[in-house]
């Protein structure tokens, strides 16, 4: 089974400020690891994902990601945030060996970003 | 189309009904995805279409739910005898299938309220 963890449900920082947004995950193989960002009365909007290689990833709008295997967990980072990163932000997992194709999302962390 | 087309936008049902939620996906886009997304739930895997295999049925909650896709295109949701817990945004998303990696885009989603 597959399943992810956002173990906030909430995480506030000040504008110009790095921000962190927690995710572990749990997969019997290797994973393909995701990040959404859902805007208010928006769908979600893919931000980036680890594939394999560089375990450092590089997303949409000055995000990136770190994949660490060994504490299995894929971390959001941001080095300045901004007011219009207030959103909600969604991690997701697939196990690569099972073949299921769908995702297995997060509960969801909000951020709120203060000017 | 240039994006996932989900109708209608919302819906407000009595307990007891059934209710259709449609959605377009992205053409060429071979695989079909819908999930629930409930306040402060997360986002809820229901079912998977790709191509003319089989779909991933697993998700649905009951066997009031069940889900179509016509021509390999347009799918259709449906929710027989709608319960109060049905109350939800439901989310149809698509993706391409060859050199897969998971990427998924979304519809905004259909509001179902169910009095």
């Known amino acids: 089974a597959q399943s992810v963890a956002q173990p906030e449900d909430q995480v506030n920082v000040a504008e110009g400020n790095p921000l962190t947004v927690k995710c572990t995950y749990s997969v019997s193989g290797n994973p393909y690891l995701f990040w959404y960002v859902q805007y208010p009365n928006r769908g979600l909007q893919f931000l980036l994902k680890?594939?394999?290689?560089?375990?450092l990833v590089k997303g949409s709008y000055g995000f990136e990601a770190e994949f660490n295997k060994s504490q299995t967990s894929f971390h959001l980072k941001k080095p300045s945030a901004l007011v219009s990163d207030s959103a909600l932000y969604f991690c997701a997992v697939r196990d690569r060996g099972t073949g299921r194709r769908a995702l297995t999302f997060g509960s969801g962390t909000r951020l709120q970003v203060q000017p | 189309g240039a994006g996932v087309s989900q109708s209608p936008s919302n819906k407000v049902t009595e307990k007891g009904k059934d209710v259709e939620l449609r959605c377009d996906p992205i053409?060429?886009?071979?695989?079909l995805y819908w999930y629930r997304q409930s306040l402060g739930q997360g986002l809820e895997f229901l079912i998977y279409?790709?191509?003319?295999?089989?779909?991933?049925k697993s998700g649905l909650p009951s066997d009031r739910f069940s889900a179509e896709r016509t021509g390999g295109s347009v799918s259709t949701l449906t929710i027989q005898r709608t319960q109060q817990e049905d109350s939800a945004v439901y989310l149809c998303?698509?993706?391409?299938?060859?050199?897969?990696?998971?990427?998924?885009?979304f519809g905004e989603g259909s509001r179902l309220t169910v009095l």
């Open positions: 279409f790709q191509g003319n295999s089989a779909p991933d």
């Open positions: 998303a698509s993706s391409l299938i060859e050199g897969n990696t998971g990427e998924l885009f």
């Open positions: 680890y594939i394999t290689g560089d375990n």
């Open positions: 053409s060429g886009h071979t695989a």
